[in-house]
Every structure is written in C-alpha cells, then in structure tokens.
C-alpha cells in the first residue's frame, strides 16, 4: 500500500518491473490510496494526525502481517532483506502487508497499529 501516487516514471517502471519478478514467487498486488494535501499553516505532525483515520482504516482492512516502512525502521541491504522475508514466509505463511507513507511519515497510532 503507498500514500499516493507515484509521481516519477522511472521509480513506476522499476516498481512494475519488481512486481513482474515477484509474481514467480507469490501474488503481489500494489494499491495506492489517495493522497491528502497538508494545509498551508499545518505543521507535519498535526497534518499527519489529521490523516491517520483514513490511513489507519485502510491499514486495518485487508488480513494478514502488517509492516510499517519508514526512515525510523530497522535498516537491511537486499540480502537482510530478503532472509528477513523467507522467515516470515515460512514461520508464519501469511499474506504480507507493506504500508509505505507519504513525505512526513506516520502518526503514532498507525505505529501501533503495525
């Protein structure tokens, strides 16, 4: 799931190009929920927070493992990455959820909600 639109044809072409491997693999299905407009005197965190209902609605809807990706979040190269992924599928085989956030992160009550 990603905040919005991706704007840049080359990220949309990698990210197709990505989705196309995986599907060897497992379903792989990309959503994009609409993004919001912070106000003109709305600080990010209380744009955020103002968001985080809708957000956290969508966050709730589909079953399954829920990951909150961001800056804060533990960093892995492609091979941590990947091994972390193959723990996942076989301790637990559930379907995967990737929330990717728009350009000011999170509320803390989508945190909680992963």
């Known amino acids: 799931m990603l905040v919005g639109k991706t704007k840049n044809s080359l990220c949309s072409q990698g990210m197709a190009e990505y989705q196309r491997r995986l599907q ?13 407009k912070p106000g003109k005197r709305e600080t990010p965190p209380a744009f955020c927070q103002r968001q985080a ?3 956290l609605n969508e966050f709730q809807k589909p079953a399954g493992l829920k990951l909150l990706l961001d ?18 599928m076989t301790s637990a085989p559930q379907r ?3 929330f990717c956030g728009g350009p000011f992160g999170y509320d803390p009550s989508l945190r909680e909600a992963a």
């Open 24 to 36: 060897r693999y497992f379903t792989c299905d990309i959503k994009e929920i609409k993004e919001e």
């Open 53 to 55: 209902p809708r957000l």
């Open 71 to 88: 800056e804060r979040g533990q960093k892995m190269n492609s091979r941590d990455f990947a091994a972390f992924l193959q723990r996942l």
């Open 96 to 98: 995967l959820i990737f």
